[in-house]
């Protein structure tokens, strides 16, 4: 087991309004916690034309919140790291959080995600860890000299494309958004809309193209912005539209895990996504604190036996 000074007291997963509540909280209650998520924070939030429904600012628009949501972690004194959370996994006293770049251990996460702007094609989740992957920097060299299939949703995550282009032997980019910055070479070619379909037997063999095309590939990348909670996390119970259910306290169905927003299901509303991210800030950090004690008396019983 981890020591109790290597894990932190919440993690705190996405930057839209219900992780930027969480975390703001988190900081005046004085948690020791990390918020991974984006710098640009919400695309959601930044595509709205004019919000009328949040209380204090009766007209304003979605990139003028998102600056003042930057203002606010700043004078907070909220750092982002920058980094997609690619898997959280249940250790037992404690969560481990798996990111592009690194793994992180705490008493509590808060899955502030929101919901998936691109729906899991056929077999994405079938074939996760068998060909499937959501993370560049950690499964792109098990595909150099390989062919692959890439699907991106954000030019925020282009630059792992990019990275997984240096890799491959070829690789079939589906950019699912206005404009890419990739160029097309002798190994990689722009392709027309998404994957909708994954197969293969014990590993993947070949996506289907949303225009009904085969490709031969050896692995599939998903480079998302926001992936389904049942990917991100192992048995943790959704709803028949993939939301994770919530208590009151915003817990989760796994111990230690809370999650708010978008993420727990309609209304998809701002106001309701920094409700709940307070809340769960709260329940979050007071599992941490048990949950440290519980450790303290635990490693205290075994030095006494
Ligand atoms: C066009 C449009 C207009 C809208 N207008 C209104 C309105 O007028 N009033 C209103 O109340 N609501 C409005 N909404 C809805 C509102 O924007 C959402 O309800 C709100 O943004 C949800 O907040 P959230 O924090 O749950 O999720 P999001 O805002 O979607 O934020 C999720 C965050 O998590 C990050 N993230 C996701 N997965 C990961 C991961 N694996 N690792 C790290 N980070 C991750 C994302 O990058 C993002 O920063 C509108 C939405 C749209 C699209």
Redesign the pocket.
């Known amino acids: 087991m981890a020591d109790n000074s290597e894990i932190c007291d919440v993690i705190v ?8 509540s969480a975390a703001v909280n988190l900081k005046i209650l004085g948690a020791d916690f990390i918020l ?3 710098s ?6 930044e ?8 209380p204090g600012l009766p007209e304003v628009t ?1 990139p003028e919140l998102n600056r003042l949501f930057a203002e606010h972690l700043s004078a907070a004194g909220v750092e982002i790291r920058n ?4 898997g959280i996994y249940d250790m037992g006293d404690y969560l481990s959080v798996l ?1 592009d770049k690194r793994s992180v251990n705490a008493f509590s996460v808060i899955i ?4 998936q702007s691109l729906k899991p094609a056929k077999g994405e989740l079938e074939f996760l860890g068998r060909g499937v992957s ?1 993370c560049a920097t950690c499964d792109g060299e098990l595909y150099r000299g390989k062919k692959i299939a890439v699907v991106c949703d ?1 030019p ?1 995550l282009e630059h792992e494309a990019v990275y997984l282009s240096s890799l491959a032997g070829y690789m079939y980019y589906f950019p699912v958004m206005k404009e890419t910055s990739v160029k097309e070479s002798d190994t990689l070619r722009i392709a027309g809309g998404t994957v909708k379909e994954v197969s293969g037997g014990m590993k993947v063999q070949s996506v289907i193209t949303s225009s009904g095309e085969s490709i031969d590939v050896d692995g599939v990348f998903f480079l ?4 389904s909670p049942s990917a ?1 996390m192992f048995g943790l119970a959704t709803d028949e539209d993939g939301h994770i259910v919530v208590s009151r306290d915003m817990s989760a169905s796994v111990r230690g895990c809370f999650a ?4 727990t299901g309609r ?7 920094a409700g709940e ?1 307070n809340t769960a800030a709260h329940s979050a950090l007071a599992l941490a604190k048990q949950r440290r004690e519980e450790q303290k008396l635990q490693k205290i019983e075994r030095q006494n036996t």
């Open positions: 997963v996405g930057t839209g309004p219900a992780g930027i991974f998520g984006h640009s924070l919400s695309e959601k939030v595509r709205s034309e004019l919000i009328r429904n949040y979605g980094e997609n959370v690619v990111t502030a995600s929101g919901v959501y954000s925020a998302k912005r926001s992936v991100l708010a927003g978008d993420v209304p998809y509303q701002l106001a309701k996504a991210g």
